[in-house]
């Protein structure tokens, strides 16, 4: 069993940056692929990024690239989602997860989440 608590979030102007984290409990955090994702009013929840048990692979959405950065500290229990030159349609609700591979992007691939935290960019 693990519990993901998600800190950070919150509004900002279009362009700029936020990060959020995502504590987990006990001591198998190492043991899961971690992963983000978001969902906006109206729509799917949609995968975001993803980062290996190790932390030396990562996936990410084509329309993050380049701007979002997953990372993670083992020693921590920690995973992380930088977010740089923010649009408006990044706003949604975003949900950090523990799975079982990074390279699965569909959310029945992940066992445990987080209670979501909401982003708001503005234009």
């Known amino acids: 069993q693990v519990q993901l608590v998600q800190s950070g979030g919150g509004l900002v102007q279009a362009g700029g940056s936020l990060r959020l984290s995502c504590a987990a409990s006990?001591?198998?955090?190492?043991?899961?692929?971690m992963g983000w994702f978001r969902q906006a009013p109206g729509k799917e929840r949609e995968f975001v990024a993803s980062i290996s048990r190790s932390g030396t692979s990562t996936a990410y959405v084509d329309s993050v690239k380049g701007r979002f950065t997953i990372s993670r500290d083992n020693a921590q229990n920690t995973v992380y989602l930088q977010m740089n030159s923010l649009k408006p349609e990044d706003t949604a609700v975003y949900y950090c997860a523990a799975g079982s591979s990074y390279r699965l992007s569909g959310s029945s691939a992940y066992d445990y989440w987080g209670q979501g935290t909401q982003v708001t960019v503005s234009s």
């Open positions: 006990g001591r198998t955090f190492s043991s899961y692929a």
